[in-house]
């Protein structure tokens, strides 16, 4: 039964499509995060949501926006895809305060 | 300077040998710290965490903490090929549960 699970694996899509990644967790906590890794393996924070608030939103392009329905679930919609959009997109969750975070398998977008 | 400093490797190292890996900070507000393995296409994964300076120890893994030095490292005895991965180091401030992560260091551990 995976803790947190995100869809899809994989995302092959040209530039200036639209597209979603889903997550989901069901350990019962309280905060979820969008990660970016790029290809240089660096992991760096996007957004944070705690009980379907946000709390961190990094200088991230307007492109990108996340949507928490409930404390269960963070999505995030990509509008307008570049190229430089290419990169794993990891999502994880913690209890509030908590420093074990849990990752998803990551979602690997790849713009051509 | 980056908040968080860290070799990105790679580090090829006989199995048995005792692994080091290191990193370096600037913000002195950092309070926790952690170590995170990361496989091939897959997800970052805990594997320890201390909480101000000090040693932490856990089976064959060490976590040690200077925050005099700003200076956090992992240690790995009789190491495994099953230990070749990439190790981030990362710390955060209380304050806004924000995690600060290193780039990695990828090891190879030679069978």
């Known amino acids: 039964d995976t803790a947190v699970s995100q869809t899809p694996k994989y995302l092959v899509t040209q530039m200036g499509n639209d597209k979603s990644i889903k997550c989901e967790q069901n350990?019962?906590?309280?905060?979820m995060y969008w990660y970016k890794q790029d290809s240089k393996k660096f992991l760096k924070i996007m957004f944070s949501y705690n009980n379907k608030e946000l709390i961190i939103n990094e200088t991230v392009p307007n492109r990108f926006s996340p949507k928490s329905p409930d404390k269960a679930h963070l999505n995030l919609h990509i509008n307008s895809l570049e190229l430089g959009d290419s990169a794993v997109y990891f999502c994880a969750s913690s209890q509030q305060g908590g420093q074990s975070y849990t990752f998803g398998s990551g979602t690997r977008l790849t713009v051509v | 300077q980056k908040e968080v400093e860290q070799d990105p490797g790679p580090l090829s190292v006989p199995e048995g040998a005792i692994v080091s890996l290191n990193c370096t900070y600037s913000n002195s507000a950092f309070q926790y710290f952690m170590w995170y393995r990361q496989y091939s296409r897959k997800g970052p994964e805990l594997l320890m965490y201390t909480y101000s300076s000090g040693n932490k120890e856990d089976g064959r893994f060490t976590a040690q903490v200077d925050k005099s030095s700003k200076y956090i490292s992992l240690f790995i005895r009789d190491s495994q090929p099953s230990d070749s991965a990439t190790y981030l180091c990362?710390?955060?401030?209380?304050?806004?549960?924000?995690?600060?992560f290193g780039k990695g260091t990828r090891l190879h551990i030679l069978p």
């Open positions: 350990l019962g906590h309280d905060t």
């Open positions: 990362a710390m955060n401030r209380v304050v806004d549960d924000k995690i600060i």
